[in-house]
């Protein structure tokens, strides 16, 4: 794969995740009042929480943290994928991540905090962006750590 191919699919994946995460954020917000639960099938429920932390909310109410924290890993990343960009597959977790990263951002400028809505059973809730930046740094890690 060469370079420019690699940064095009990368960035049509960011594209894809911020505007899938938007949309089902949007729906919740519309769909889902403040302290409803509406069971979508055993163990999940769609319930509208504001999350203004980071995983698990853990450091909500230190904003400044949060940014700093997100930013010095997207840049990690980003350097990562700049010195690997060629690599098989690389392009779709990282944008992945990127995209997750962003939709969530989106959410902290315009509300000052995230929206999440998928509430599984003995887990905290959550939202598409979660789930593609998890899924997105299992993927990283998976092809870093593949044999050449």
């Given amino acids: 794969m060469d370079r420019t191919r690699g ?7 960011v594209g894809v995740v ?14 889902v009042d403040p302290g409803e639960r509406i069971n979508v099938f055993f163990g999940v429920d769609l319930v509208r929480v504001r999350n203004t932390g980071v ?22 990343l980003f ?25 969530n951002l989106a959410d902290r400028a315009r509300i000052h905090g995230v929206t999440d809505f998928i509430d599984p059973v003995l887990w905290p809730a959550f939202n598409l962006a979660d789930a593609a930046i998890v899924i997105g740094i299992f993927g990283v890690l998976y092809l870093a750590e593949e044999r050449r």
């Fill in 7 to 13: 940064w095009t699919l990368a960035l049509a994946t």
């Fill in 18 to 31: 911020v505007a899938l995460d938007q949309m089902t954020k949007a729906w919740a917000l519309h769909a």
């Fill in 55 to 76: 995983a698990f909310g853990a450091l909500a109410g230190h904003g400044p943290l949060v940014l700093a924290a997100v930013l010095i890993a997207l840049g990690t």
């Fill in 79 to 103: 350097l990562y994928f700049a010195r690997n960009v060629t690599r098989p597959w690389l392009w779709l977790p990282v944008g992945m991540v990127f995209g997750g990263a962003l939709g």
